[in-house]
């Protein structure tokens, strides 16, 4: 990581008095950052072909070209570049855009403490993944899983202008293990329905299209992990566990009535937390199992050894992959820094703080599994969100679930 290197930010505005405000608020953080100001997307993309540049903020409502096409092109031509929108009052169809087009979105007017804390958090996240040794691992790995047909079909439905809950059913139907899956596990304690769920319509309008399209990506990957079956790595185990925090997860976010968009990101993020675990048994089995049978048989922590034997570890492999599959900035860092969230510089609680706690918690109440036998908490963490006295509340809820529909 290069803290001295001055930031490259590049701001779009077509209003010039929002611009002057931009550059008002921004001058105390001339130290750190190396601000230009441009009134449209075709300067700002002619600044992007002569230097280089970490991030564009832009706003959504421009003439000529707006925020919302200048960031395809963006994408296109500098994919290294990381996109924020920074925009007025966000209708629901702009919102969509957004989250598709920028790693984040916010609302004007922003102060330089909100766009330091958001770029601050971007940088570590960017920086994480973009170590050597995550690098070297994964240009050794064949094939990493390419993002599933059924998945991209149904991202494509519920991102359609009019959305039916039928035509998602109807993707999932055409899959008949995938449905078979579904719906074994709608029907299981985890999810605590209390009628029968016969349908792949039905299981969609009782759990909601977030939390389905969460369960269908993750069955797949299992199930192709699965395929590869290995004697020495109990995938089943490796489902429930991240099934459990995923729902832990989310029950946390709920008990402290964060954002909705949270709650849907919680499925994905608990689902997938574990992922790297999978790639790096299907394509490092030896050393792999090496590392895991040691960490069981040992007190050492798992992590401290995959960095050990391969300078990177799950957590990092997995986020890595979700950022290929452009997955949502916030369920990316939560994956990335789940068992280390002191790294993130997130400052909030969110979906990082609830997927540590709930992976946390599902180790204490379940036997060991892959590997993680003692997990400890972040309290570095916990004491700088001064959320360490919320853990026993947040233990108790969880517990109440399990007992609930178990
Ligand atoms: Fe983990
Ligand atoms: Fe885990």
Redesign the pocket.
């Known amino acids: 990581m290069n803290d001295k290197k001055k930031r490259r930010i590049l701001f779009v505005d077509d209003e010039p008095l929002v611009l002057k405000g931009l550059q008002r608020t921004l001058r105390k953080m001339r130290q750190e950052w190396d601000t230009t100001f441009v009134e449209s997307g075709r300067e700002a993309l002619n600044i992007l072909g002569k230097r280089p540049i970490d991030v564009i903020v832009t706003d959504l409502q421009m003439p000529e070209m707006d925020g919302g096409r200048l960031l395809i092109e963006v994408k296109k031509q500098h994919p290294h570049v990381v996109r924020i929108i920074l925009s007025g009052q966000l209708n629901q169809e702009m919102t969509l855009k957004s989250v598709r087009l920028a790693h984040q979105s916010l609302s004007k007017p922003c102060d330089a403490k909100v766009l330091k804390h958001t770029l601050a958090k971007l940088f570590a996240l960017r920086d994480f993944l973009s170590d050597e040794s995550i690098k070297s691992i994964i240009s050794q790995i064949e094939s990493l899983p390419s993002m599933p047909s059924i998945y991209t079909e149904i991202v494509a439905e519920m991102q359609s202008d009019d959305p039916a809950i039928k035509k998602v059913a109807e993707i999932i139907s055409q899959d008949l293990s995938m449905t078979a899956k579904i719906l074994q596990m709608v029907n299981s304690a985890f999810f605590g329905l209390f009628r029968k769920i016969n349908s792949p319509e039905q299981a969609v309008m009782m759990l909601g299209l977030d939390t389905i399209k969460a369960l269908v990506l993750s069955v797949k990957i299992f199930s192709e992990f699965n395929q590869k079956s290995f004697s020495w790595f109990n995938i089943d185990a490796l489902f429930n566990?991240?099934l459990a925090?995923s729902m832990y997860a989310k029950t946390i976010i709920k008990n402290e009535n964060l954002d909705q968009g949270l709650i849907n990101n919680s499925m994905m993020a608990g689902l997938l937390?574990?992922l790297g675990k999978l790639i790096l048994a299907t394509n490092f089995e030896k050393s792999y199992r090496q590392v895991l049978d040691e960490a069981q048989s040992s007190d050492r922590n798992l992590l401290d050894m995959e960095y050990e034997a391969f300078g990177t570890s799950h957590a990092e492999i997995g986020a890595y992959l979700m950022g290929l599959w452009r997955l949502e900035y916030s369920i990316i860092e939560a994956i990335a820094f789940?068992h280390l969230p002191a790294r993130s510089m997130t400052q909030n609680i969110g979906l990082l703080t609830a997927v540590h706690v709930a992976?946390t918690l599902?180790?204490e109440a379940q036997a060991p599994?892959a590997g993680?036998t003692e997990l400890q908490y972040d309290t570095e963490y916990l004491d700088k969100l001064e959320i360490t006295g919320r853990i026993p509340q947040w233990r108790q809820v969880c517990r109440e679930l399990t007992e609930r529909n178990g």
Do not use: A, F, G, P
């Open positions: 566990h991240s925090v937390h574990d789940h992976n599902e180790h599994c993680e």
